[in-house]
């Protein structure tokens, strides 16, 4: 194996991590991680000392990766020793994706010049319909997902070493797709579109969802009902709004 010119170590002498000069070394790597011994030197305080660094190899964890309405199976490299905690986002690797934009993107929102308007606020009926493209696609390499439950034997806990993980239940991340209700004059219909997680949706915005542009008038996000002002995409439950031309 090569041998790199340098390291970052714990000193004793500094009392925390600093760069070290690898003065010289010798290694091996295999199936089970590679192991170094060298001679080093703290850059912060001149202390020669010899270390030993193990580094385990990569463990592939079972995952199931939900994309929208679809689900697949692959697996993630993962350090044995990492911890991986539910709430938190980790890189997924996988084939090109199919890079056409995807509806909802910012570019085609516009700014209403009045954000209110009586559409109806009351419960959809019926389900998606229109034809609207689903906004799926491959994977992109380094894909970043969220980490909903973390699975070890039988059991989910809110946190576990990569050694004992079972499998993973990961949501895509880089998007989420959002409900829309659209008050078209004769009945209330549903479309949805696609958005990255940060991106925020306003009272008085117009959207393209699915074959239908909409004016906003209010925003679900669980908790309350917003008739002003806006909020992310990833805390949004359904936009609410009327069929404009």
Not at 4 to 10: F, G, K, R, T, V
Not at 116 to 144: F, N
Not at 172 to 190: E, F, L, P, Q
Request: charged residues 30%; contains cysteine; glycine residues 16%.
């Amino acid at each position: 194996m090569e041998i790199p010119n340098a390291l970052y170590l714990e000193c004793p002498e500094c009392d925390g991590e600093t760069l070290h000069e690898v003065l010289k070394g010798r290694g091996s790597e295999g199936a089970r991680g590679i192991r170094l011994t060298a001679l080093v030197r703290c850059q912060e305080c001149g202390t020669v000392r010899t270390v030993e660094v193990r580094e385990l190899a990569e463990r592939a964890v079972g995952a199931v990766l939900s994309d929208g309405d679809r689900s697949t199976r692959c697996t993630v490299p993962l350090d044995p020793a990492s911890v991986v905690s539910v709430g938190d986002v980790i890189m997924v690797g996988g084939a090109g994706a199919s890079g056409r934009e995807e509806e909802g993107a910012a570019g085609n929102r516009q700014r209403a010049a009045g954000g209110g308007g009586g559409a109806d606020d009351g419960d959809i009926g019926g389900g998606s319909d229109g034809g609207e493209d689903d906004g799926l696609s491959t994977p992109d390499e380094g894909m970043p997902c969220l980490v909903t439950a973390v699975e070890v034997g039988t059991r989910r806990v809110p946190r576990a070493k990569a050694s004992s993980i079972g499998t993973l239940w990961l949501k895509r991340h880089d998007r989420v797709k959002v409900k829309v209700s659209i008050n078209t004059g004769r009945k209330t219909i549903s479309r949805e579109l696609w958005a990255a997680p940060d991106e925020r949706f306003e009272v008085g915005d117009i959207v393209t969802a699915g074959d239908v542009k909409v004016l906003v008038h209010s925003i679900n996000t669980g908790g309350r009902r917003l008739r002003r002002g806006s909020a992310e995409a990833a805390t949004i439950r359904r936009l609410y709004g009327r069929e404009v031309e």
